[in-house]
């Protein structure tokens, strides 16, 4: 583990420190694990976007939502959020607990992560210090407004669910103007019993590129659900990893990726078991058609002595054209023996056995073929811990396919 910095006078020097990292590494190389199926050549035009403030007066939220613009808590709407007594807001520079700023190794080896810190101009510390309704979500929206097109947007934030807390997120990203490169750092703590549902939505058009660090603490007896669904967007790369440092956790993480004409869809996860009787579960699908690619790359490693560890990882690709493409590397790295870890993947194309007894049955060809890319995806959308995105889900499957 390695810290971030505590005070302002901190910040430069750990933003001097990533910046001469970056310059030292480039931006990565297919030679990378990380990075061998996903091209960064792209990501090199785009230039730092000069700072501004999330200051607007004129944008209206509704009483659950916190809205971000450019990666800093728009402060101005926080009037509407019901639950202001529910949570602690800190700027990133006044936070004085050296474990908060704490990420990960995997992270800091990272050169795009280095780029983002270095790139740091102001961020927030948003603590939920009580329990707000599991069924009444709030809403994290991420606008990214660009004045000018090849502008690289960084943010960096931190989540802190206390004790005992029950919380629903759905984060939503959202661009305006110009096509952009939106590289975004979060960090998540869930303290003791905390039991935390997390949706990720990229279900409508966004022309810009998308690069996500997450960074999941959990301590004991926590029950965290991360749901995504990525439809749209034209270049995403996630980097998900989560730490089970204590007994009795639990981490779910559910993925629904659609793909068409060049979109390039990335999936990494990497899940730490480091304490005894901990489970973890990954199920990736992907549907793929034209042009696009998708690639998984997930690990979970189970450190010596987390004994009654239960893991598993699913990935699996379905191509509707023979030009979709994708790469799967599930990976196990076990240091204990009392465990039970299995991984597994399939990639192929719509079963022609089960097109044919459809089409038997009166089912034309094309109703056949949505019926069963339906049911592929729904395996994975049943999954999803909040029925509202379950609905979201469905509606955002159905206009891919018909689109």
Known sequence: ?????????????LKKTSSEYFTKQGYPSKKLENWKFTSSKNLKKFKKKKSSNAAHTNIETDESTLLFINGKLCLNTLKNFKYLDNIEIKELVNIDNEMILTFSNSFLDDSMFNLGISDFDGGHYIKFTKSINLLNPIKVVNLFENDASDERISSFNIFHFSKGSQISIIEEDKNEGDPSFNLKLNKYICDDGSNINFAK???KEIECHLL??????????????????NKDSIFNKEFIEIDLN???SNAKVNILNLGK???HLDNNILINHKAEHCTSFQHVRNILDNKSTAVFNGKVVVAEGAQQTDS???NKNLLLSLDATAFSNPQLEIYADDVSCGHGSTTGALDENSIFYLRARGIDQSSAQKMLIKAFAKEVIDE???????DISEIALD???NG
Do not use: C, H, P, R
């Open 261 to 263: 004409d060049n979109q």
């Open 212 to 229: 996500s660090y997450s960074y999941f603490q959990l301590d004991k007896d926590v029950n965290l659900n991360i749901d995504s669904l």
């Open 399 to 401: 206009n891919w396919i």
């Open 246 to 248: 204590n007994t009795g």
């Open 201 to 203: 939505l990229v279900e």
């Open 312 to 314: 598993n990882q699913s």
């Open 1 to 13: 583990m390695a810290t971030l910095g505590l005070k302002n006078k901190m910040i430069n020097s």
């Open 384 to 390: 999803f811990s909040l029925s509202s995105v379950q």
